[in-house]
């Protein structure tokens, strides 16, 4: 079974430029929620995606953003990029409990890691 | 103060020994506890999951969870320079409408052959 695909794996952008990531979930998974991983604020939350909707939202500023598709594939997308956007932007695809209820077996991808300039 | 607690280290132990990864948590709601492991450059792999209260074994990881004390671990076994790597705790609440996840912040261990 195909794990959980993001592209592209490295991006360099300029400040204030804006960029597009993305994710394939495993297979039959319905939910991806997305991280950011920097050394000094660790694993944080951004948002989840469930069925096409956002369902949690995490402390992140609104040029911050993402969707999801039928397919369950899904897109993130940061506006007017600034130096400490710099990360690795990792996403996490799960299967949602039929009841919605959150799914604690989580699968991650190999990130995108993003240097902004 | 940080919902989830997690000494950053590193730790550096020779090979075979045991090793004790820990994490305390002040959420009384979380009820699922995860354990995942993360190479350089490379996404969280998720190791080991737990239900509330009690212990977990697989192959040379054992999982415990102490809700009362609200404080999990992570041991290794015979441990390899393979495991040298990042590990990650994570909690969720059961049941409730969030998938997120929360970390701690991550231990480094590493294995010296």
């Known amino acids: 079974k195909a794990g959980v695909t993001q592209t592209p794996r490295y991006l360099i952008k300029t400040r204030g430029q804006q960029v597009t990531l993305s994710c394939s979930p495993i297979s039959g998974h319905r939910s991806v929620s997305w991280y950011q991983q920097t050394p000094g604020q660790g694993l944080q939350f951004l948002f989840e995606?469930?069925?096409?909707?956002?369902?949690n939202k995490g402390n992140f500023p609104g040029r911050f953003s993402g969707r999801q598709f039928s397919n369950s594939r899904s897109e993130m997308n940061v506006s007017t990029l600034e130096l400490g956007d710099s990360a690795l932007y990792l996403c996490a695809s799960s299967k949602r409990q039929p009841t919605g209820a959150s799914s604690y077996e989580q699968y991650f991808g190999p990130g995108t890691r993003l240097t902004v300039t | 103060q940080k919902e989830v607690e997690q000494d950053p280290g590193p730790l550096s132990v020779p090979e075979g020994a045991i090793v004790s990864l820990n994490c305390t948590y002040s959420?009384?709601?979380?009820?699922?506890f995860m354990w995942y492991r993360q190479y350089s450059r490379k996404g969280p792999e998720l190791l080991m999951y737990?239900?509330?209260?009690g212990n977990k074994e697989d192959g040379r990881f054992t999982a415990q969870v102490d809700k009362s004390s609200k404080y999990i671990s992570l041991f290794i076994r015979d441990s390899q320079p393979s495991d040298s790597a990042t590990y990650l705790c994570?909690?969720?609440?059961?049941?409730?409408?969030?998938?997120?996840?929360?970390f701690g912040t991550g231990t480094l261990l590493a294995v010296q052959p």
């Open positions: 959420n009384s709601a979380f009820q699922y």
């Open positions: 737990t239900y509330s209260s």
């Open positions: 995606y469930f069925s096409e909707t956002q369902r």
């Open positions: 994570a909690m969720i609440a059961y049941g409730g409408a969030t998938n997120k996840l929360i």
